[in-house]
């Protein structure tokens, strides 16, 4: 401290190569000795190269010192002498300053691009995961579309081009319009009730579908809501002492959508309840509600009365 403050010439020079040798000491840790040791794991000769380091730098940098001293190449003023020892001694401590700069931020660094590559991971994971859920839905929609086809066949064919043309047109939005993320709720509501009115066709039990919804701008994960109504129409009673019945009914409030669709049980009791629960298409529809929708809906699936209960409230976004 005494001769960096008594003179501004003394000052400008001891900052000038204690910066700089700080800056080789950080940079030494950071570009060279830090990645050898993420490579090897090796702790005793990271730290055996730390010192090495800093005996490297401390000599060099007392032996520059002691030169320009020796030969006055730039004019120092101070009132006490130091040896050769005490210049190491100097040199080492200071460039000590940048060993843990260098660690700590390589460290940091180091932990930052970790948690980036987990997140790239997950989000590659979570594509993968939805791709092969949406995929799962395809092939029963498929089948129940072409047994409906097939049905209709045997009474109707005028019918049945007209219906083999909505096939089309629904096999259309799965492949082509569903590859996205999401798609407009206004086409995801058409798609649903082109299906329903499809399978009203194979079905003898009532079917009503009620769509109260101005979709506007709004956005929906693609065949989210179809394993429902699949369900409901699978799953529906067949009973010739009562009334066989399907009640879909959608609407929107503010950015809210509401869906709740209720069918009369095939099978009466709990078991009916727990069988048409754990079937393939609830199961992958939960599975991309939690990945899609986090905290932004509410699933209730339940049994009263012989009738199967499905509702769901999801808070949508814009396009």
Same mark, same amino acid.
């Given at each position: ?14 900052? =000038? ?15 060279y000795l830090m990645p050898r040791y993420f490579k090897h794991k090796n702790v ?9 380091? $800093? ?17 006055? $190449? ?12 005490? *210049? ?8 000590? +300053? ?6 700590? *931020? ?11 590559? !987990? ?13 092969? $859920?949406?995929?799962?839905? /395809? ?7 072409? %047994? ?15 219906? #083999? ?13 569903? %590859? ?16 329903? /009115? ?10 009503? =579908? ?7 701008? #709004?956005?929906?994960?693609?065949? !989210? ?15 010739? %002492?009562?009334?066989?019945? +399907? ?14 669709? +209720? /069918?009369t049980a095939a099978t009466p009791g709990p078991s009916s309840a727990l069988r %048409? ?13 939690? *990945? ?10 339940k049994e009263y009365d012989n009738n199967f209960l499905i509702r769901l409230t +999801? ?5």
């Amino acid at each position: 401290m005494y001769f960096y403050i008594s003179d501004k010439g003394n000052r400008l020079y001891f900052s =000038l190569l204690d910066v700089s040798m700080i800056a080789c000491c950080f940079y030494g840790v950071y570009a060279y000795l830090m990645p050898r040791y993420f490579k090897h794991k090796n702790v005793a000769r990271l730290v055996l190269l730390f010192f090495l380091w $800093l005996v490297l730098l401390a000599g060099g940098y007392a032996f520059l010192m002691k030169l320009f001293l020796n030969h006055m $190449l730039v004019p120092i003023h101070f009132t006490f002498s130091w040896n050769y020892t005490d *210049l190491q001694y100097n040199r080492f401590w200071i460039a000590l +300053i940048g060993l843990p700069g260098g660690v700590f *931020l390589k460290l940091a660094l180091d932990r930052a691009n970790t948690r980036r590559k !987990l997140t790239e991971m997950e989000k590659d994971n979570a594509l993968a995961e939805l791709t092969y $859920l949406k995929a799962q839905l /395809n092939p029963h929609f498929l089948f129940n579309s072409l %047994n409906s086809l097939y049905t209709q066949l045997d009474f109707d064919v005028p019918q049945a081009k007209t219906t #083999l043309v909505t096939i089309a047109d629904l096999l259309r939005y799965q492949l082509y319009e569903c %590859n996205a993320d999401f798609v407009p709720l206004s086409k995801e509501l058409t798609h649903l009730e082109n299906y329903c /009115n499809l399978q009203r066709i194979r079905t003898e039990a009532t079917t009503f =579908l009620h769509i109260a919804a101005e979709s506007g701008e #709004l956005q929906i994960a693609p065949l !989210l809501l179809m394993p429902f109504v699949e369900n409901a129409f699978k799953h529906v009673s067949d009973d010739d %002492n009562r009334e066989n019945s +399907i009640h879909i009914d959608i609407q929107l409030t503010g950015n809210q959508l509401h869906f709740c669709c +209720i /069918n009369t049980a095939a099978t009466p009791g709990p078991s009916s309840a727990l069988r %048409n629960n754990q079937g393939i298409g609830l199961q992958n529809v939960k599975q991309r509600l939690e *990945l899609l929708y986090p905290d932004k809906y509410e699933l209730a699936v339940k049994e009263y009365d012989n009738n199967f209960l499905i509702r769901l409230t +999801i808070t949508l976004s814009p396009c």
